[in-house]
């Protein structure tokens, strides 16, 4: 069974930051990607940073400059440093992975529960 643990969100006047942890654990044996989504209400679920295994980041346009995503491989953890965020950034963040375990062998997609981030004016 394979687990994704977010902690970090919270509330933050604009201008401020915020550092989202993502650790997976259970019964991994290999990842592939780590990234974050987050989904505001009413609004469908959209990407804000990605990390390939060996690769670049990646980050929408949108968060481009104030948002950092790194990741811990030795740890299983990816961690996203929010600076400057502004209210527009308000929403639940998802952490996702794509990563292979040893009960089913394939490549597959994993889901932390969620964590919210909410950004006053």
């Known amino acids: 069974q394979v687990q994704l643990v977010e902690s970090g969100g919270g509330l933050v006047q604009a201008g401020g930051s915020l550092r989202l942890s993502c650790a997976a654990s259970?019964?991994?044996?290999?990842?592939?990607?780590m990234g974050w989504y987050r989904q505001a209400p009413g609004k469908q679920r959209d990407l804000v940073a990605s990390i390939i295994s060996g690769g670049s980041p990646n980050y929408a346009d949108s968060v481009k400059g104030r948002f950092s995503i790194s990741r811990d491989s030795a740890k299983n953890t990816v961690y996203l440093q929010m600076n400057s965020l502004k209210p527009e950034d308000t929403a639940v963040y998802y952490c996702?992975?794509?990563?292979?375990?040893?009960?089913?062998?394939?490549?597959?997609?994993?889901w932390g529960q969620g964590t919210q981030v909410t950004v006053s004016s």
């Open positions: 996702n992975a794509v990563l292979l375990s040893t009960r089913s062998l394939r490549w597959d997609d994993y």
């Open positions: 259970g019964s991994i044996l290999s990842i592939r990607v």
